[in-house]
Nanobody
Framework: VQLQASGGGSVQAGDSLSLSCIGS????????VGWFRQAPGKDREFLAA????????LYADSVKDRFTISRDNAKNAVFLQMNSLKPEDTAVYYC??????????????????WGQGTQVTVSS
């Protein structure tokens, strides 16, 4: 499974961005996908995860009222809609998939396949 994240950019506080994670491989639609971010000098942070079926998404408390994860298996794509962005959301954003199908987790340690990351910068 190969993943490619895109959609990052530089925005003002209060703006929105939509990130995309495109997966390759025949079985991508069988994998859960998680979104994470990492700011300089900070640990990798879980944001959201979604099952292969698209239901029962998981969110970190810090973003659950502002971010929405979704997927379109016909397009091998998972999305992260980010609203009301804040300067503290500035980080490199990654999508990832676990080693096994039909699973999804909140801990980055359970994810094996990672996209290259996309930078999000929010200015005040």
């Amino acid at each position: 499974v190969q993943l490619q994240a895109s959609g990052g950019g530089s925005v003002q506080a209060g703006d929105s961005l939509s990130l995309s994670c495109i997966g390759s491989g025949r079985w991508f639609s069988s994998y859960g996908v998680g979104w994470f971010r990492q700011a300089p000098g900070k640990d990798r942070e879980f944001l959201a995860a979604i099952k292969w079926s698209g239901d029962s998404p998981l969110y970190a408390d810090s973003v659950k009222d502002r971010f929405t994860i979704s997927r379109d298996n016909a397009k091998n794509a998972v999305f992260l809609q980010m609203n009301s962005l804040k300067p503290e959301d500035t980080a490199v954003y990654y999508c990832a998939a676990p080693e096994t199908t039909n699973t999804y987790y909140t801990s980055w340690r359970w994810y094996r396949y990672w996209g290259q990351g996309t930078q999000v910068t929010v200015s005040s």
